[in-house]
């Protein structure tokens, strides 16, 4: 059975970084993956390939939607550790649907038989749009997993999210894996998050300047430590939650916490750090 993957975050968080190194390190542990972009930017795979391949709708639009026209090798082009790349593309600015640009290359993904011949896919879709047409992806997944940091503004992301993977949840057997945190040195305001909206926390990767130097450079993380091994430690973090996704969790249908409360939630927390943390502690309080 083909493990599906659907990773989302807020735009800039790094989300495609990690997705690429995630798919490296399942590739890692021997297993046929397929990384498809839904972004119309079609960066996702960048460090994976090195260049910004062609997408699957401009490919149909040059073919005028003659799917008997296209072939795998049109489409699939082959990335760092054996990782096949996938580039949906997306609407003109300002008009059409991602999802329809999403449904299109699934149409065509699975024309090709592409789908019966992956141990995993994963979707990397487009920033903090949770839209029914960003959505689409879910339609499709397992699993979501959300990558954030630990900043009031990739939380409101997250929560959303959540919440598009409670309805999606409502009709296709999907869960959410767990929360990725990137570049972040601290976690206090996703904890603070989790106890309102539990949830798995998969991993929680510090600031490493190289994760970022690795999207310049077009690399994975792993290619760059086959030249530096001083870097296998940031490896093994994607190795990490590569294994945990591989031992298929049990995940969560998560309830997102109302926009005002989530609001009130982080930046109480923020702009009073020493406040009671728990009801014991403020019935402590009132009996001192």
């Given at each position: 059975m083909t493990l599906t993957l659907a990773v989302y975050g807020k735009g800039g968080i790094g989300k495609s970084t990690t997705s690429c190194n995630i798919s490296t390190a399942l590739a890692k542990r021997g297993k046929k993956v397929l990384q498809i972009g839904c972004d119309p930017k079609h960066d996702?795979?960048?460090?994976?390939?090195?260049?910004?391949?062609?997408?699957?709708?401009?490919?149909?639009?040059?073919?005028?939607?003659?799917?008997?026209n296209i072939w795998p090798e049109d489409v699939i082009y082959k990335g760092y550790a054996g990782v096949d790349c996938v580039e949906a593309g997306g609407p003109p600015a300002g008009?059409?649907?991602?999802?329809?640009?999403?449904?299109?290359?699934?149409?065509?993904?699975?024309?090709?038989?592409?789908?019966?011949?992956?141990?995993?896919?994963?979707?990397?879709v487009l920033g903090d749009v949770v839209c029914g047409g960003f959505a689409a992806p879910?339609?499709?997944?397992?699993?979501?997993?959300?990558?954030?940091?630990n900043g009031f503004d990739a939380l409101f992301a997250a929560n959303r999210i959540a919440a598009s993977v409670r309805e999606k949840a409502r009709t296709h057997p999907l869960r959410l894996a767990g929360l990725i945190g990137n570049r972040?040195?601290?976690?206090?305001?996703?904890?603070?998050?989790?106890?309102?909206?539990p949830m798995p926390v998969l991993e929680i990767l510090p600031l490493i300047e190289d994760i970022r130097v690795s999207r310049v450079k077009g690399q994975t993380l792993f290619e760059m430590a086959d030249n530096d091994p001083s870097l296998d430690y940031v490896c093994n973090y994607y190795l990490n939650i590569a294994d945990q996704l591989l031992?298929?969790?049990?995940?969560?249908?998560?309830?997102?916490?109302?926009?005002?409360e989530l609001f009130s939630l982080l930046s109480d927390f923020y702009l009073n750090p020493q406040a009671p943390k728990t009801q014991e502690e403020e019935l402590d309080l009132m009996i001192v």
């Open positions: 996702s795979t960048f460090t994976l390939t090195g260049f910004l391949i062609p997408t699957i709708i401009d490919t149909l639009q040059e073919q005028d939607f003659h799917y008997e008009a059409g649907c991602g999802g329809y640009v999403v449904g299109e290359t699934v149409k065509l993904l699975r024309e090709l038989n592409a789908f019966d011949e992956y141990d995993v896919i994963l979707f990397d879910l339609n499709y997944a397992q699993y979501c997993l959300i990558v954030t940091d972040t040195s601290k976690r206090d305001l996703i904890d603070k998050y989790i106890q309102r909206v031992a298929l969790p049990e995940g969560v249908v998560p309830n997102d916490a109302q926009d005002r």
